[in-house]
């Protein structure tokens, strides 16, 4: 049973993971935290494009049977230059976020993101391919990938540094808000706070298991449901690139389960 291969720069991709585990209780999930190299949010595109390169082919080279980008980064920047072998399906994130902001926005949509996701421009071109009458600001949030690795998900210092970066969006009267990083998902509850319960949040994950649920029976490489976890065998096995201790931490929070063992591997 070949699992389904997921990745992100750290601990932000496992809000996919425990999406995916709920739309898609039988199948098994092997996931990378390529924590050597986190921020991808600061890179260039080309590095961020490389080592997502590597990335696959870490997750191709341990037999997965398809690929997900759990990383708004990395789909921005490299999705449109991977090609895969034939058969093996790659999504990310962006495409399905953008849909499910389009669905819920009355017209002004607001998206947080890190610093290269922001300047590839890739989620207002996607809201505006889906719904052209939509008018739509963004703003790099750069403090937050280090606050969600060190595990500061509701605190009064997140929150300090959230009313700064909301602040401009709140001004620009949005009523939708985007979270363009999968790391952000961990502060909603900071988030919302702020925003108030007149703007929406949009997370992606839900929108990316359901999108990954119909390609995976599309191509052919869909479990039946009986299978899997419901019949004791579907696994997750979390690989990172560096030592992470506030991973793990993190993780366990995440998807429900302390302690959960890690494997230091190597991508190069
Ligand atoms: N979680 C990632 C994203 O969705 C990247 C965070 C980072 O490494 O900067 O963009």
């Not at 997750?59 to 093996?88: D, F, Q, Y």
């Not at 500061?152 to 969006?169: C, N, S």
């Not at 790391?183 to 900071?190: A, G, Q, R």
């Amino acid at each position: 049973m070949d699992p389904i291969g997921v990745f992100d720069s750290g601990v932000g991709g496992l809000t996919v993971v425990a999406a995916l585990r709920r739309r898609l209780p039988a199948e098994s999930i092997l996931y990378l935290g390529d924590t050597a190299r986190l921020p991808y949010g600061s890179k260039s595109p080309e590095t961020v494009t490389r080592y997502t390169r590597r990335n696959i082919e870490f997750l191709v080279g341990r037999g997965v049977k398809a690929v997900v980008i759990a990383c708004n980064t990395a789909s921005a920047l490299a999705l449109e230059h991977l090609h895969l072998a034939p058969g093996m399906p790659l999504w990310g994130v962006i495409e399905p976020g953008a849909r499910a902001a389009a669905a819920v926005s009355r017209g002004r949509v607001g998206v947080i993101a890190t610093e290269a996701t922001v300047r590839s421009d890739a989620y207002p071109q996607a809201l505006r391919r889906l719904r052209p009458d939509l008018s739509v600001v963004s703003r790099a949030c750069p403090l937050f990938v280090p606050l969600v690795e060190e595990g500061w998900h509701d605190d009064e210092v997140t929150a300090r540094v959230a009313e700064r970066y909301l602040a401009p969006l709140l001004e620009a009267d949005i009523d939708t808000l985007v979270l363009g990083c999968t790391h952000y998902p961990l502060l909603k509850s900071v988030l919302a706070r702020i925003v108030g319960p007149a703007v929406t949040l949009v997370d992606s994950a839900e929108a990316v298991a359901e999108v990954v649920a119909q390609g995976l029976t599309q191509a052919g490489l869909a479990l039946p449901s009986h299978e899997g976890r419901e019949g004791g065998a579907a696994t997750q096995h979390l690989c990172v690139t560096d030592a992470g201790l506030s991973f793990q931490a993190v993780a366990g929070r995440i998807l429900g389960a302390p302690d959960l063992p890690l494997e230091w591997v190597e991508v190069v």
